[in-house]
Each structure stands twice: as structure tokens, then as C-alpha cells.
């Protein structure tokens, strides 16, 4: 299930009203992106660009069919519409009137920052501007290049930057627990402070493989941050999802691990634990049988990160007077229910299965 239709961001996530072109005042031309042999203008709000027609219709179909498209007798504005619904562009809806500028065809991005269009025009004519293995990159620049490659559908660009944020939000418990740093650096800041520009992103990108990642991340925070912080920038089908789901899953950690916990005094233990009988008749091999549920107190029993739950720290944490092999049985209990609830995760925000949503990634 896609989360498109849910999310507006109300216009709060850098996305910014369409802007009226005056010639007797343009912006400034971009130093670095004006070439003179270049043969069309792009405008922005705040700078022009001197590009090629043939390297943009080469890696964005957007371009390509507006150059393609017969060229109206007035003029022609690109985008104005385009982040009112799906992200995706059509030439035919987007065409408005033609002028030049300088003897050359005059486009106006309208609605895209000039910042933001540098980063997508730097990306396509310089091979070495964005490299997804490094993870110092802004993430300005990260979601730029999200939102407009796939505004103008440069997919060489959004599969790029999809395989990086994938790193960060991937699809396997494994490979997430060993990222699942919230104190840990990521595209310039805390990894903490990027996952809910992340999730609007990814949202208005419609990167649903992305999306029950995102929307676990985020579950990192407290009810009262969400609402202090951030709830003003999402909207309201969106924040159900994220609230609704935080909910399901601290309900289903604190109930797998009670489940398992509530094993560790029954009978059946005795097949695995070599001092079960002399425990139960009141010698000390092993001490685990005679644990109550004190433990059923412990901060693990109210979390969302499946992280803090991993088998040999509940263990370490609640269950320490065992023998290695009910300490080891238990733990790896709890590491197949962590795997198993990590499965069912898509659901617990409202999506199909991570089959399905593999399924959709453009490769």
C-alpha cells in the first residue's frame, strides 16, 4: 500500500510556490552551471542555468519529451503543478508559454529552489558530485536529489540515491540493528535528527521500499517530540500511521518477551537445563527457575527498537543467575521473535509485505 495519497507535508518541506519570471529583473546566472555553448535557459528563483538540451533529454524523460514537444508560439513554464499531487512530470501538462533569453529556448522551473536544481544539474554533468557510499554528504543535498529525480525522472540519479538511504534503512533486522545508531553521524548530523526529513521525503517520493524504515526510525522519539517537533510538518494520515504503529509495536516486544519470559519457571525447561531438578528441589545449579516476574518492570518492556531487545542483552539484563544453556535457549528465543516481528514489520505501518515492496524497487 502506497502512503502517497495520506501525505502534503503542508508545503512545509522546502517545496515553495510557483515564482512569476520578470525579464527586466532575472536572477543571477549560476557561475559554475552557465556554459556558453550551452543551448537552453533554466530559471529559478533565485538562479539561471546555461545547460545542453541533449545531456538533460539523455537522463531525464521529463526533459526529453518537453524537448521533444511541439514548442509553443509564447513561451513554456515547467513544474508549477508538478508537487501538488504525483511527483512524476508529463511534458504536455507542464508547458505554458516559450521566451528566450540570450537567443536561447527559456524554461522556468517554477517551484524548485535554485540550491536544489544545482545539486541535480551538478549530479548529472559531474560523475564524481554524488557518490553514494559517502555518508558525509548533506542531506540537503540527499533529498534534493530524491524528490527532484523523480520529479523530472532521472531514475540513474533516484536509484542511486535509494541504494545509499538503503544502507541507512534497510530491508533485514541484521543489517538495520547494526546501523541503528541514533547518536551515530549520518549526512551531516545526527542520524536521529535525519529520519523524519527523511520519511517526508520518501513520502512525496513515493520510495515505498523506504517508507516502514523510515516510519520505524521515527518511532525512536517520544510521543510529546513527535508533537512538539514535528507533527506540524506531517499530515494527519501520516501521523496516524506513525502513532498507530508505535503503538503495535511496543505492544508486541513487551508480549514476545513475556512470552518467552514467562517460559523460564515452567516444566518444559527441564529438557534443556541441566540443573532444572536440583532447582526445582531447592539446590542452586540453577537459579533461573526460582526467577519471578520482577523483570516483567525492566525500561526493555516499554521500547520500539527492536535493537535494545536483542536475546543476550534481555538475558544479560534480567535473566543473570541462569546456567549457559537456559541463558543461550532463552536468547535465541527472543532473537527469532525479534526476526519473525521484524517480518510482519511492513504491516505494522500499513504496507505490504517486504516481498512486495522489493518487488517495486526500479533497478
Given at each position: 500500500?502506497?502512503?502517497?495519497?495520506?501525505?502534503?507535508?503542508?508545503?512545509?518541506?522546502?517545496?515553495?510556490?510557483?515564482?512569476?519570471?520578470?525579464?527586466?529583473?532575472?536572477?543571477?546566472?549560476?557561475?559554475?552551471?552557465?556554459?556558453?555553448?550551452?543551448?537552453?535557459?533554466?530559471?529559478?528563483?533565485?538562479?539561471?542555468?546555461?545547460?545542453?538540451?541533449?545531456?538533460?533529454?539523455?537522463?531525464?524523460?521529463?526533459?526529453?519529451?518537453?524537448?521533444?514537444?511541439?514548442?509553443?508560439?509564447?513561451?513554456?513554464?515547467?513544474?508549477?503543478?508538478?508537487?501538488?499531487?504525483?511527483?512524476?512530470?508529463?511534458?504536455?501538462?507542464?508547458?505554458?508559454?516559450?521566451?528566450?533569453?540570450?537567443?536561447?529556448?527559456?524554461?522556468?522551473?517554477?517551484?524548485?529552489?535554485?540550491?536544489?536544481?544545482?545539486?541535480?544539474?551538478?549530479?548529472?554533468?559531474?560523475?564524481?558530485?554524488?557518490?553514494?557510499?559517502?555518508?558525509?554528504?548533506?542531506?540537503?543535498?540527499?533529498?534534493?536529489?530524491?524528490?527532484?529525480?523523480?520529479?523530472?525522472?532521472?531514475?540513474?540519479?533516484?536509484?542511486?540515491?535509494?541504494?545509499?538511504?538503503?544502507?541507512?534503512?534497510?530491508?533485514?533486522?541484521?543489517?538495520?540493528?547494526?546501523?541503528?545508531?541514533?547518536?551515530?553521524?549520518?549526512?551531516?548530523?545526527?542520524?536521529?535528527?535525519?529520519?523524519?526529513?527523511?520519511?517526508?521525503?520518501?513520502?512525496?517520493?513515493?520510495?515505498?521500499?523506504?517508507?516502514?524504515?523510515?516510519?520505524?526510525?521515527?518511532?525512536?522519539?517520544?510521543?510529546?517530540?513527535?508533537?512538539?517537533?514535528?507533527?506540524?510538518?506531517?499530515?494527519?494520515?501520516?501521523?496516524?500511521?506513525?502513532?498507530?504503529?508505535?503503538?503495535?509495536?511496543?505492544?508486541?516486544?513487551?508480549?514476545?518477551?513475556?512470552?518467552?519470559?514467562?517460559?523460564?519457571?515452567?516444566?518444559?525447561?527441564?529438557?534443556?537445563?541441566?540443573?532444572?531438578?536440583?532447582?526445582?528441589?531447592?539446590?542452586?545449579?540453577?537459579?533461573?527457575?526460582?526467577?519471578?516476574?520482577?523483570?516483567?518492570?525492566?525500561?526493555?518492556?516499554?521500547?520500539?527498537?527492536?535493537?535494545?531487545?536483542?536475546?543476550?542483552?534481555?538475558?544479560?539484563?534480567?535473566?543473570?543467575?541462569?546456567?549457559?544453556?537456559?541463558?543461550?535457549?532463552?536468547?535465541?528465543?527472543?532473537?527469532?521473535?525479534?526476526?519473525?516481528?521484524?517480518?510482519?514489520?511492513?504491516?505494522?505501518?500499513?504496507?505490504?509485505?517486504?516481498?512486495?515492496?522489493?518487488?517495486?524497487v526500479k533497478r
Amino acid at each position: 500500500m502506497s502512503h502517497s495519497n495520506l501525505e502534503s507535508q503542508n508545503d512545509n518541506d522546502g517545496v515553495q510556490a510557483p515564482f512569476k519570471f520578470e525579464p527586466s529583473s532575472p536572477p543571477p546566472e549560476d557561475g559554475h552551471l552557465w556554459f556558453p555553448d550551452g543551448n537552453i535557459v533554466l530559471a529559478t528563483d533565485s538562479r539561471l542555468f546555461c545547460v545542453h538540451k541533449g545531456v538533460l533529454a539523455l537522463q531525464s524523460t521529463v526533459f526529453k519529451d518537453m524537448f521533444d514537444f511541439p514548442t509553443p508560439s509564447n513561451g513554456q513554464a515547467l513544474g508549477e503543478d508538478a508537487m501538488d499531487g504525483d511527483v512524476g512530470l508529463e511534458a504536455e501538462d507542464v508547458l505554458e508559454k516559450q521566451e528566450m533569453y540570450g537567443g536561447r529556448q527559456f524554461v522556468v522551473l517554477a517551484g524548485d529552489r535554485g540550491e536544489d536544481v544545482v545539486h541535480l544539474l551538478r549530479a548529472i554533468y559531474e560523475r564524481e558530485y554524488y557518490d553514494r557510499d559517502n555518508d558525509s554528504t548533506p542531506l540537503e543535498i540527499i533529498i534534493a536529489l530524491l524528490l527532484l529525480s523523480t520529479k523530472y525522472d532521472v531514475p540513474s540519479i533516484r536509484s542511486e540515491v535509494v541504494k545509499h538511504l538503503l544502507r541507512h534503512y534497510p530491508t533485514s533486522l541484521t543489517d538495520f540493528d547494526a546501523v541503528d545508531d541514533n547518536a551515530h553521524d549520518l549526512f551531516g548530523r545526527k542520524r536521529l535528527d535525519c529520519h523524519f526529513d527523511l520519511l517526508r521525503a520518501a513520502l512525496k517520493a513515493d520510495v515505498d521500499i523506504l517508507l516502514p524504515g523510515l516510519y520505524y526510525a521515527c518511532t525512536a522519539f517520544s510521543i510529546s517530540d513527535i508533537f512538539d517537533k514535528e507533527a506540524h510538518t506531517l499530515d494527519l494520515g501520516t501521523l496516524k500511521v506513525l502513532l498507530v504503529g508505535a503503538r503495535r509495536l511496543e505492544s508486541a516486544i513487551r508480549s514476545l518477551l513475556l512470552l518467552i519470559l514467562d517460559g523460564v519457571t515452567s516444566s518444559s525447561r527441564a529438557s534443556i537445563c541441566p540443573g532444572a531438578s536440583a532447582a526445582a528441589a531447592g539446590g542452586s545449579q540453577c537459579k533461573i527457575h526460582r526467577r519471578k516476574r520482577s523483570f516483567a518492570m525492566s525500561s526493555m518492556f516499554n521500547t520500539t527498537r527492536l535493537v535494545e531487545v536483542k536475546g543476550k542483552d534481555v538475558v544479560e539484563h534480567c535473566l543473570k543467575n541462569g546456567c549457559e544453556a537456559c541463558r543461550a535457549s532463552i536468547a535465541a528465543g527472543i532473537d527469532d521473535a525479534r526476526t519473525a516481528l521484524w517480518g510482519r514489520m511492513p504491516g505494522v505501518f500499513e504496507f505490504s509485505s517486504w516481498e512486495v515492496l522489493m518487488a517495486t524497487v526500479k533497478r
